[in-house]
């Protein structure tokens, strides 16, 4: 069983930047894929970047490149997300996930545990 600990988001000015983390529990954090999703009121939960295991390799679909970052402590058990120039339409509930079974998942149905969710507001 993997828990996974999103304390942070916030409220933030448009152009300003923010940095989720997500925290995992047990001692395997690093044989898992850890990912990052949202989704804002009345939208589909919206893909926004994953890591591998060891965290040399890292996929953003191209709306999310240039100004998310993720990277991973696994000394730490810990995921970040660094949003940068963000905008209004960034405003949704993050999610981290962790998927025990795929190294390159896409897709939520790859991700086995979910964090509870974090809200990130956007101001204009």
């Known amino acids: 069983q993997v828990q996974l600990v999103e304390p942070g988001g916030g409220l933030v000015q448009a152009g300003g930047s923010l940095r989720l983390s997500c925290a995992a529990s047990g001692r395997t954090f690093g044989t898992y894929t850890m990912g990052w999703f949202r989704q804002a009121p009345g939208k589909e939960r919206e893909f926004v970047s994953r890591?591998?295991?060891?965290?040399?390799?890292?996929y953003y679909p191209d709306s999310m490149k240039g100004r998310f970052t993720i990277s991973r402590d696994n000394a730490k058990n810990t995921v970040y997300l660094q949003m940068n120039s963000l905008k209004p339409e960034d405003t949704a509930v993050y999610y981290c996930?962790?998927?025990?079974?795929?190294?390159?998942?896409?897709?939520?149905?790859?991700?086995?545990?979910w964090g509870q969710g974090t809200q990130v507001t956007v101001s204009s």
């Open positions: 996930a962790a998927s025990t079974t795929y190294e390159f998942p896409l897709k939520s149905n790859d991700y086995n545990y």
């Open positions: 890591i591998n295991r060891s965290g040399l390799s890292t």
